[in-house]
């Protein structure tokens, strides 16, 4: 039996975590510790640290690209002008939210909304996050709606248990393979990661 190649990673929150936990599931491989967890100002601290590290080692650092810049390149040369031989540094285009709702038939059941409502083109959001919670405002589950959407004298952008539900959906209804066909980054994502794996010692 083929050994599974356990790769390091970092990100920015659970969410993502587990979104990048199925992609690379997906891709034949397995994560093995995950840093950061704490924003993507922590990551941006530390991402010499793990370039370093993935000279000897594979690793994936995800990242969103959110308003940084326009698109994903000048984002990547700004952190990340020298890339490690076993770095895959990816960057969700505008937001890991994006690769969700790129699975919009699962996405719809999970929510409990109409497939039409699904945002057909999730890359070109400008706010994914909110795209996602709009969604789950007009979702026909009462526990999606308050799980997902803030209450109004929160003063909160989402719901209390709207990374719970998020990483529900990742881990056990959102199939990468259809994303990526909706998702570009997450298209480049895939086949980066494909590319790591075959080529890791």
């Known amino acids: 039996m083929a050994t599974v190649l ?16 199925r992609v690379v599931a997906k891709s ?14 922590h990551l941006r601290q530390r991402i010499a640290g793990y370039n370093n590290a ?6 994936i650092v995800l990242v969103d690209l959110d308003r940084e810049a326009d ?14 031989p076993h770095l895959c540094f990816r960057i969700a285009v505008r937001a890991v939210e994006s690769w969700l709702l790129a699975d919009a038939d ?9 497939r039409s409502k699904v945002p057909s083109q ?10 996602m919670v709009t969604l789950a405002r007009g979702s026909r589950r009462r526990d999606i709606r308050e799980d997902m959407v803030p209450r109004p004298e929160s003063g ?23 994303a990526a066909g909706r998702a570009e980054s997450l298209h480049r994502a895939c086949r980066s990661l494909c590319r790591l794996i075959a080529n890791s010692p």
Request: glycine share 8%.
């Open 106 to 114: 699962a996405l719809a059941a999970f929510l409990g909304v109409a």
């Open 54 to 59: 993935a000279r000897h080692a594979p690793w």
């Open 122 to 131: 999730p890359e070109a959001l400008a706010d994914p996050k909110s795209a």
């Open 28 to 41: 034949g491989g397995t994560l093995a510790t995950v840093y950061g967890k704490q924003g993507k100002h």
């Open 156 to 178: 909160r952008a989402v719901g209390p248990a709207y990374a719970s539900r998020l990483i529900e959906f990742a881990a056990s209804h959102w199939q990468p393979a259809v």
């Open 6 to 21: 356990a790769i390091s990673a970092a990100v920015e929150g659970a969410v993502d975590e587990a979104v990048l936990r």
């Open 71 to 84: 698109c994903a390149p000048p984002l990547r040369q700004k952190w990340l002008p020298g890339p490690a």
